[in-house]
């Protein structure tokens, strides 16, 4: 599954979240519980750094937006989260395992279920990564977010490719 971050301003708040990218997927591609957080790292007080956490569905729903901060605090020179002129965003993929349907279950394991849900392995299979984005010149872009969204690259955690924005 193809995931990205989506960061933008809505009434001065910083807004990321995290969301696949349904269009790269396929009729046969699995649906994946992703469970993660996000930051906005403080660069002068690390102890200050902002998360927040929040899971998405792959194909069933996304787009969990987390609200951080007001931009115009947040850009402010003594806050720490801008420093010369850029920002850093972080998200740690804390798990990312197949969804299942009531559907797809077959045998004695779908008389037992009641609906769906993630399908958590007791084997450790879980992801664990952690993604770090510095945007340079921040201010630049700030008349951007006010009416778009800025996406960071791709970056791949087990079977899901991802990306910050």
């Not at 269009?23 to 992703?34: I, L």
């Amino acid at each position: 599954c193809e995931l990205r971050v989506g960061v933008y301003e809505s009434f001065d708040t910083l807004c990321i979240y995290l969301e696949s990218d349904a269009a790269g997927q396929s009729a046969t591609d699995r649906n994946y519980w992703v469970h993660y957080r996000m930051a906005v790292v403080n660069q002068r007080h690390p102890e200050r750094t902002v998360w927040k956490e929040s899971s998405i569905c792959t194909k069933t729903w996304n787009n969990s937006v987390l609200q951080f901060m007001r931009v115009s605090e947040m850009l402010e020179p003594e806050a720490g989260f801008l420093h010369k002129d850029s920002m850093v965003f972080s998200c740690e993929v804390l798990d990312c395992c197949p969804w299942f349907e009531l559907g797809d279950m077959e045998g004695p394991a779908a008389a037992a279920a009641v609906g769906g849900g993630p399908m958590l392995s007791t084997e450790g299979q879980g992801i664990n990564l952690a993604f770090t984005w510095r945007v340079e010149n921040f201010t630049a872009f700030k008349e951007i977010l006010e009416t778009r969204k800025i996406f960071s690259r791709f970056f791949t955690s087990g079977t899901c490719e991802l990306r910050v924005g």
